[in-house]
Nanobody, 123 residues
Framework: QVQLVESGGGLVHPGGSLRLSCVAS????????MGWFRQAPGKEREFVAAITRTQSTYYLDSVKGRFTISRANLKNTVYLQMNSLKPEDTAVYYCAADEKSVGTIWSREYDYWGQGTQVTVSS
């Protein structure tokens, strides 16, 4: 069982930056693929970014070149660096962990989820 805790959200103006962090419990963090998802009120949850055990990365097209996912296995932490933020990035961002590695990384069922952290991009 893995517990995930996100932090780093907040209010930022368009063009600004935030770095989200997700700290995982346990001692097997490096065995999981990790993903970031987001959900705005009234909208479907969508895949944002993911990083595999081997540190391959994947991104939603609309965030490519602006967001960077990384992991620090010794700290049981995954990050999402978000630059050049846009109003359409506003959402609750969730960290997720996958241990099965079945299916495409952006659409597979993840096993564990954090509580979410709010990101608001507004003038």
């Amino acid at each position: 069982q893995v517990q995930l805790v996100e932090s780093g959200g907040g209010l930022v103006h368009p063009g600004g930056s935030l770095r989200l962090s997700c700290v995982a419990s346990g001692r097997t963090f490096s065995r999981y693929s990790m993903g970031w998802f987001r959900q705005a009120p009234g909208k479907e949850r969508e895949f944002v970014a993911a990083i595999t055990r081997t540190q391959s990365t994947y991104y939603l097209d609309s965030v490519k070149g602006r967001f960077t996912i990384s992991r620090a296995n010794l700290k049981n932490t995954v990050y999402l660096q978000m630059n050049s933020l846009k109003p359409e990035d506003t959402a609750v961002y969730y960290c997720a962990a996958d241990e099965k590695s079945v299916g495409t990384i952006w659409s597979r069922e993840y096993d564990y989820w954090g509580q979410g952290t709010q990101v608001t991009v507004s003038s």
